[in-house]
């Protein structure tokens, strides 16, 4: 079965330097989300991206973050000047618009928990 | 008031009990309600999708929707230690992008 899939699994920085988080989203799927889960709170929506650009965003995706979709297959979070505050599990997710009706959800990769030291 | 708001838990139950979760909500413009089943430090699995009221059922688990009371249930039967897992609420509007809004889970334990 397709899956997303992120890499690294695990990320440790230090504050004020660049992160970027990569996730390759399942083949067929068009949308493309990222979210972020800080330990012990609930998952937070991040940013949306469809047809190669934003189409929504939080009030949490201030201009240190950024995405991309550099080639036909990854799709990537870039955090500037990490923060001590952006230390959280990121998960991509990706969504198709075809087929059955359940698979126009959103699935989630396995997460990339960011340490920002 | 908060947007989803969900009984973090933990709920321990026996093998074999009937579970009941439950979330509310506020905003009147979701239309689409999922339940994810998240394992420690990994990703949310999406389990039970349901658009609009209604019941919807899979294997052991089933998925209720009242709009009307703004009020969505996951009921799960006969219930596994392989169930133990933090289940997640979540939420959309219609439109192509919508963003998921998630309630905080529910940790539930099922004892062997």
């Known amino acids: 079965e397709p899956e997303v899939t992120q890499t690294p699994s695990h990320q440790v920085t230090q504050m004020g330097q660049e992160v970027i988080l990569r996730c390759v989203p399942i083949s067929n799927h068009l949308y493309f989300y990222w979210y972020r889960q800080i330990l012990g709170q609930k998952v937070e929506f991040l940013v949306s991206?469809?047809?190669?650009?934003?189409?929504?965003k939080s009030e949490i995706f201030d201009d240190q973050f950024s995405v991309e979709r550099p080639d036909g297959s990854n799709f990537t979070l870039k955090i500037r000047s990490t923060k001590l505050e952006d230390s959280a599990m990121y998960f991509c997710?990706?969504?198709?618009?075809?087929?059955?009706?359940?698979?126009?959800?959103?699935?989630f990769g396995p997460g990339t928990r960011l340490t920002v030291l | 008031q908060k947007e989803v708001e969900q009984d973090p838990g933990p709920l321990s139950v026996p093998e074999g009990a009937i579970v009941s979760l439950n979330c509310t909500y506020s905003n009147s413009a979701f239309q689409y309600f999922m339940w994810y089943r998240q394992y420690s430090r990994k990703g949310p699995e999406l389990l039970m999708y349901t658009y609009s009221s209604g019941n919807k059922e899979d294997g052991r688990f089933t998925a209720q929707v009242d709009k009307s009371s703004k009020y969505i249930s996951l009921f799960i039967r006969d219930s596994q230690p392989s169930d133990s897992a933090t289940y997640l609420c979540a939420m959309r509007g219609s439109g192509g992008y919508q963003k998921v809004t998630f309630g905080i889970g529910t940790k539930l334990q099922v004892i062997p």
């Open positions: 997710a990706s969504r198709s618009t075809s087929g059955r009706r359940s698979y126009n959800e959103q699935f």
């Open positions: 991206f469809y047809n190669n650009e934003i189409s929504e």
